[in-house]
């Protein structure tokens, strides 16, 4: 199976498409490259890993996709609706099907499972550890800076660092994670940002999209989660199917095994 993951000039591309996402329908391809500093090929290779055939149907997905009157609400209940919808079909477009299979081998290969979150993102990341604990892997979360710092530092090769970030650029895991790495710890992040810190210091990334429209007006971070969330389950998803999968192979041979 061809990788699909978003080499760094693809990242780069990407998060360009991202930022000027509603322009689409009326970009030409060169134009696009223009504004992304890259070739046209480079745009359709970005395209291609995400899903899509080419640079066309990408446009033409993006220019046909309906919008939904929300009768009853007002515009800004609307758009707040609309935000929400718009980062579940983003998200879930922006998704590896190769990254998410790294990150099921990954999951598989490790006796010891940490999990870093901070703030609202370890709602995301104490449903994950539920769930990860209903396939008997042990992983436990770490939200302060102190423990994560010292339990990084005693991650070795059978360990795998989750670690559940919108903008992947808080020191306090990233300092952590550059030590775990020299010791053979594997990463795993879940985050919203293509181009970060986390990202570049990942084995894997698993990345979601984060709408740039806010409701709130609290000078707090108290921005949705709803990409994590959405990534969690699909990595869930696909561990358990993997699971399954497992146990009907085992099945499977012991039924031949007992008629020879």
């Known amino acids: 199976m061809a990788t699909?993951?978003?080499?760094?000039?693809?990242?780069?591309?990407?998060?360009?498409?991202?930022?000027?996402y509603d322009e689409i329908p009326e970009l030409s391809i060169s134009k696009l490259a223009e504004l992304c500093h890259c070739s046209i090929s480079t745009i359709n290779r970005t395209v291609q890993k995400k899903g899509f055939k080419g640079y066309s149907e990408f446009r033409f997905y993006i220019k046909e996709?309906?919008?939904?009157?929300?009768?009853?609400?007002?515009?800004?209940i609307s758009a707040a609706i609309a935000k929400n919808e718009e980062e579940l079909s983003r998200t879930i477009t922006s998704i590896s099907v190769a990254s998410v299979e790294a990150a099921v081998s990954c999951l598989e290969a490790a006796s010891d499972i940490l999990i870093f979150a901070r703030g609202l993102s370890i709602g995301a990341a104490t449903e994950l550890m539920r769930k990860l604990e209903l396939f008997h892997k042990r992983a436990?979360?770490?939200?302060?800076?102190?423990?994560?710092?010292?339990?990084?530092?005693?991650?070795?090769?059978?360990?795998l660092i989750i670690v559940l970030s919108l903008s992947g650029g808080r020191e306090e895991i990233n300092q952590p994670l550059a030590e775990a790495k020299?010791?053979?710890?594997?990463?795993?992040?879940?985050?919203?940002?293509?181009?970060?810190e986390l990202t570049s210091l990942a084995d894997i990334s698993l990345v979601g999209y984060k709408s740039s429209y806010e409701v709130n007006y609290f000078e707090l971070d108290v921005?949705?989660?709803?990409?994590?969330?959405?990534?969690?389950?699909?990595?869930?998803?696909?561990?358990?199917?993997?699971?399954?999968?497992?146990?009907?192979?085992?099945?499977?041979?012991?039924?031949?095994?007992?008629?020879s």
């Not at 996709?65 to 800004?76: D, L, M, Q």
Request: net charge positive.
């Open 4 to 20: 699909k993951v978003l080499s760094s000039a693809e990242k780069y591309c990407w998060e360009i498409i991202q930022d000027h």
């Open 65 to 76: 996709k309906p919008v939904y009157e929300i009768k009853g609400f007002s515009a800004e």
């Open 140 to 159: 436990v979360i770490h939200d302060d800076g102190g423990a994560m710092a010292y339990y990084a530092k005693h991650a070795g090769p059978d360990s």
């Open 182 to 196: 020299k010791n053979g710890a594997k990463i795993l992040a879940l985050t919203a940002s293509q181009c970060s």
């Open 223 to 259: 921005h949705s989660r709803l990409p994590l969330y959405i990534l969690e389950r699909v990595l869930v998803d696909a561990y358990s199917i993997f699971k399954k999968q497992q146990i009907f192979e085992k099945e499977k041979l012991g039924k031949i095994s007992s008629k």
